[in-house]
């Protein structure tokens, strides 16, 4: 444990104290919130991230310890562990370094190597290799073994060979130096396959395309390797080189084995061994080794983003408690309608048919308008599927027409929907409304609180990552998890008013307790303090530590239970009250007083000046919510389709994912649009997290468009766009002159135009008469 301590502390180029009493920490049960929050004094200030890769490289490390022990025992135990092989064991510090020099000796299937060493066949290899002046057909009518299978020279020489051949590619260094060469200089090339032009034209920018494989970015890598498994492309991997001679890597084998063409009669039997060698069984390892290895890498790469992405989705500005109606899109199939209360608590259901095939768009006017004047409807949140154009635009219709009721609205990711509407947990909480109006009821809680209600969503499922069904899904789960974990945690939860699934990501909770807790609140009322939890079954000593400092208690008997302080810690903020004289409702908030008091008074054994110093910061302003102030993107009328879009028009949208090449927007047509990388900004941009997150709302420039293969390229950057961009659709080409300012193109009036007014006043009065009554 020692060695693996003092090996993260210099990767994280922290102490290894810090990084001891980090892993003593976690060994003890504490969850990576809780160290970061209310331990600092142990691990000397160790942020989330940082005990994140701590926890990561402790679980990769223990498992190389674990293998390079069975490692070390097997070889033993097959008399063959020198003490130079055990010191070369004992250094590496890769799981594949270790493999390597494990080959040899690990037990595998019958080979021909295996039966030529059987037969006797060895010194033959061993005396050829040493002395190539040796003539090999004479030498090796020394060992012909009819028995053994091998009745001549020729067939002899052949065994000999063999055993060479599994001798050069089992050799660590060979086989490590090889891959690292490859993997620096090597070429990673795709080509597609005979007849599947057609069905793979989506892979059509890698049919011919080659790059270096070290520098290959992981949504490139991801993509080849994607059109690979579907049978679409071909890999090659390989190192360039003239293909009439020698392949490069030969020479490094016969450098190594002390192999040369000298004339000598052994030396062209030795180096078509070489050759072999490398056709026949390095070549092919190495290429699928390393394929894995960019696999690898790529996964990392992916997930990091699409880890990132979540984290900036759940940590997205919430609208905060007010009466919110929810509208799932649809068109043949109706737009769903629900209304749910400050706290989320559904108050109304129902459909609507503005569009295709009923045109009801008066109908629908007066049925949202009903809802909003009975529940008070402050905003009205529009998911962005099929049909969310349209729909927005009746809800611009309806807010244009009930001024006095001050509604907004905004247009909402409908990631994960679907899949929360068919739930289990969505068919508890409604068991008796239809799966389609469950999907209107979380569009509508996500604008409220993003974080609450996307957390009922398996990660992956929300969508704001990139081949994420490629990439290694143990991997990508706990990275995810980790990321809602700490986002949760972050923020702090109303332990009153939480849902199950956002109980069970608070520190030290699960499914179990959560549930528990709920069911405790339902039997007992509100929790009035946070030591009432100690009530809840199963809610021991050990999980009360971990989760009490994320739980809030509003309005509660005890104002720090509504903060961030820990209960563990209220002794020191009664002390500071004592001292100072001040009561504890008036030192909260007074922001002078606080900056005034000097940590280091206060700090003992206990409790040290970090943590004095988070509490100040808290008191100053208890149970701060982390997350920006709210706002909404306005799309552009008679901007809805693809083919509405024209170069040259500027457009406000939303972020809804970033990658290592850029950022997508969603701008009201359907269709992300891509902001490249080289178009972020006026500036030089290396990572694209450094200019947008998901959720931002930004103003962006179309620079083409490509209707065909639904391809938006957009930009962010200052001064003139390219108007005569190659993707212009054939319907904004042929419009007039007039027309092709980057204006919106003239759409046809909607039935909304004519006869309205008197159905939206009857609908107000009906719903005015109702609450009358």
């Known amino acids: 444990m020692d060695k693996i301590n003092k090996r993260i502390a210099a990767e994280l180029n922290v102490g290894a104290n810090q ?76 799981k594949i370094e270790l493999e390597d020099l494990y080959a040899p000796y690990k037990p595998k299937r019958r080979t021909r190597a295996q039966i030529a060493r059987e037969a006797g066949l060895e010194p033959l290899s061993d005396a050829l290799l040493a002395n190539p002046n040796l003539d090999p057909v004479a030498e090796a009518a020394k060992y012909i073994n009819a028995e053994g299978g091998f009745a001549d020279a020729d067939t002899a020489l052949e065994g000999a060979r063999h055993i ?66 579907e049978g679409v492309l071909d890999l090659d991997l390989d190192i360039a080189h003239e293909k009439d001679k020698p392949h490069p890597a030969e020479g490094r084998i016969k450098s190594t084995f002390g192999i040369a063409e000298r004339g000598r009669p052994a030396d062209a039997w030795l180096g078509e061994t070489v050759r ?9 390892s190495l290429q699928l080794g390393l394929l894995s290895r960019l696999k690898e890498r790529a996964d990392a790469e992916a997930i990091t983003v699409f880890s990132r992405n979540l984290k900036d989705l759940l940590l997205a500005a919430p609208a905060g408690p007010r009466t919110t109606m929810g509208l799932d899109p649809g068109i043949r199939t109706g737009v769903k309608v629900a209304v749910v209360d400050a706290t989320g608590k559904l108050l109304d ?27 008070r409807v402050e905003i009205i949140s529009v998911g962005n599927g099929t049909g969310s154009r349209e729909t927005d635009k009746l809800v611009a219709e309806l807010i244009g027409k009930m ?79 980790a990321v809602v974990e700490d986002c949760v945690n972050s923020v702090g939860v109303d332990v009153n008013t939480a849902s199950a699934p956002l109980l069970a990501r608070v520190s030290g909770l699960n499914r179990t307790l959560a549930s528990n807790i709920v069911a405790f609140r339902d039997e ?22 971990q989760a009490a400092g994320f739980l809030r208690i509003m309005d509660g008997k005890n104002p720090l239970d509504a903060s961030a302080v820990h209960p563990e810690a209220y002794i020191v903020v009664e002390k500071i009250a004592d001292v100072t004289k001040r009561p504890l409702k008036t030192m909260i908030g007074d922001r002078a007083f606080l900056k005034s008091v000097r940590p280091a008074d206060f700090a003992d054994e206990a409790f040290g000046i970090p943590t004095i110093t988070d509490i ?6 208890p149970g701060r919510d982390p997350r920006p102030e709210f706002k909404t993107a306005t799309f552009q009328d008679g901007v809805e389709t693809i083919g509405d879009l024209e170069p040259g028009m500027q457009l406000e949208g939303v972020v809804t994912n970033v990658a290592a090449f850029g950022a997508f927007v969603d701008i009201g047509v359907h269709q992300d649009g891509l902001v490249h990388v080289s178009e972020l900004a006026d500036r030089f941009v290396k990572d694209p997290h450094e200019v947008v997150k998901a959720g931002d709302v930004v103003k962006v420039r179309v620079k083409e468009v490509d209707v065909a293969r639904k391809r938006i390229g957009l930009t962010m950057r200052s001064g003139t766009v390219d108007r005569s961009a190659s993707g212009r659709n054939d319907r904004q080409a042929s419009l007039p002159s007039s027309q092709r300012s980057g204006a919106p193109i003239p759409r046809q009036s909607s039935p909304s135009q004519s006869g309205g007014e008197s159905a939206l006043a009857a609908a107000l009065k009906r719903a005015q008469e109702k609450g009358q009554h």
């Not at 942020?47 to 223990?62: M, N, P």
């Not at 259901?349 to 006017?365: A, F, K, M, N, V």
Request: charge should be positive; glycine fraction near 8%; aromatic fraction near 6%.
């Open 19 to 94: 990084v001891l009493a980090a892993v003593e920490l976690l060994n003890e049960g504490a969850t990576v919130p809780f160290i970061a929050r209310y331990r600092k004094e142990k691990t000397g200030g160790l942020d989330d991230t940082q005990l994140r890769k701590l926890e990561e490289r402790l679980g990769y490390l223990r498992e190389l310890e674990d293998r390079r022990g069975t490692v070390l025992k097997t070889i033993e135990g097959l008399g063959k562990l020198t003490p130079e092989l055990a010191r070369q064991i004992d250094g590496v510090s890769t």
């Open 164 to 229: 060479l051949i599994e001798r050069i590619a089992e050799k660590p260094e060979v086989v490590g130096t090889l891959r690292e060469w490859m993997w620096g200089e090597g070429e990673l090339k795709s080509a597609v396959r005979k007849g599947k032009s057609g069905e793979g034209e989506k892979f059509a920018d890698y049919f011919a395309f080659g790059q270096r494989i070290q520098d290959m970015p992981s949504h490139r890598a991801l993509a080849m390797l994607r059109g690979a498994n």
């Open 276 to 284: 072999r060698a490398w056709n026949d069984k390095l070549s092919v």
């Open 349 to 375: 259901t129902t459909t609507i048919y503005p569009h295709e095939p009923r045109r009801d768009w008066q109908g629908s006017l007066a049925a949202l308008a009903m809802l909003c004047k009975k529940h």
């Open 403 to 481: 001024p006095d009721l001050k509604i907004i609205k905004a247009i909402v990711s409908e990631a994960g929907a679907s899949v929360y509407s068919a739930s289990e947990l969505a068919a508890n909480e409604f068991p008796d409304l239809d799966v389609s109006l469950r999907g209107a009821v979380s569009i509508a809680r996500r604008l409220q609180d993003p974080l609450a209600e996307l957390v009922k969503i398996e990660p992956k499922a929300i969508g704001v990552g990139q081949y994420q069904h490629d990439v290694d899904q143990a991997g990508l789960a706990r990275s995810l998890d």
């Open 524 to 545: 007992n009322g509100a929790f009035k303090t946070r030591t009432a939890l100690k009530k809840v079954p199963r809610l021991g000593a050990k999980a009360f530590e």
């Open 616 to 621: 100040l910061a808290e008191l100053e302003k």
